[in-house]
Nanobody, 118 residues
């Protein structure tokens, strides 16, 4: 059974940083693409926004335009963990962040709240 468990969210002031972690289990983590999505306030599940993706090898990453230069996705295959380092956070980054992967179907973590506010 695939499980994805996020941690590291919270309340931070604009300009601050957070590091999200997602520990995976129930599938062979190595070689699978891993992604972070976010769902902003008042948005529906179908409106979740793809924030960042890292390939199975970890050699290729991609980012949504608004987070380029501020967010960094990485992975530790030995720990079966994917990270999202978020720097220079802005109020518009406020959302529930979800870790996700696609195996036989798309799987989601439970989500973790990130609030950027002064």
């Amino acid at each position: 059974q695939v499980q994805l468990v996020e941690s590291g969210g919270g309340l931070v002031q604009p300009g601050g940083s957070l590091r999200l972690s997602c520990v995976a289990s129930g599938f062979d983590f190595v070689g699978y693409f891993m992604s972070w999505y976010r769902q902003g306030p008042g948005k529906e599940r179908e409106e979740r926004e793809l924030v960042a993706t890292i390939t199975g090898s970890g050699n290729i990453v991609s980012y949504e335009d608004s987070v380029k230069g501020r967010f960094t996705i990485s992975r530790d295959d030995a720990e079966k963990t994917v990270y999202l380092q978020m720097n220079n956070l802005k109020p518009e980054d406020t959302a529930v962040y979800y870790c996700s992967t696609l195996t036989t179907r798309r799987y989601w973590g439970q989500g973790i709240q990130v609030t950027v506010s002064s």
